[in-house]
Nanobody, 121 residues
Framework: QVQLVESGGGLVQAGGSLRLSCAAS????????MTWYRQVPGKQRELVSM???????NYASSVKGRFTISRDNAKNTVYLQMNHLNAEDTAVYLC???????????????WGQGTQVTVSS
């Protein structure tokens, strides 16, 4: 069974850095776009950054210049390097990927369970 598992969240002071990881596991044929979202209670889920299978990237304006997304296709893993964090970055960060499992012609949407990032001011 295909699943996404995030790691790397935690508590950090404002101005600090964290690196999130999201690893896809299971019988995977291919992975398309990989995306980081974040969720704050009572607010709409926000797209933070996305990276295509060939490395094209996009960022929310609120994180551009501070966050960097990357992926290691050999490890089926996407990363989010977050620098110059501030209190507004506090959220649960969720990984999303479009994955084609082995044995199927179809691709499916998968979500991780989320990892909490808390930035203290």
């Amino acid at each position: 069974q295909v699943q996404l598992v995030e790691s790397g969240g935690g508590l950090v002071q404002a101005g600090g850095s964290l690196r999130l990881s999201c690893a896809a596991s299971g019988r995977i044929s291919s992975i398309g776009v990989m995306t980081w979202y974040r969720q704050v209670p009572g607010k709409q889920r926000e797209l933070v950054s996305m990276i295509s299978s060939n490395g094209n990237t996009n960022y929310a304006s609120s994180v551009k210049g501070r966050f960097t997304i990357s992926r290691d296709n050999a490890k089926n893993t996407v990363y989010l390097q977050m620098n110059h964090l501030n209190a507004e970055d506090t959220a649960v960060y969720l990984c999303y990927a479009v994955i084609r499992p082995v044995g199927t012609e179809n691709s499916y949407n998968y979500w991780g369970q989320g990892t909490q990032v808390t930035v203290s001011s």
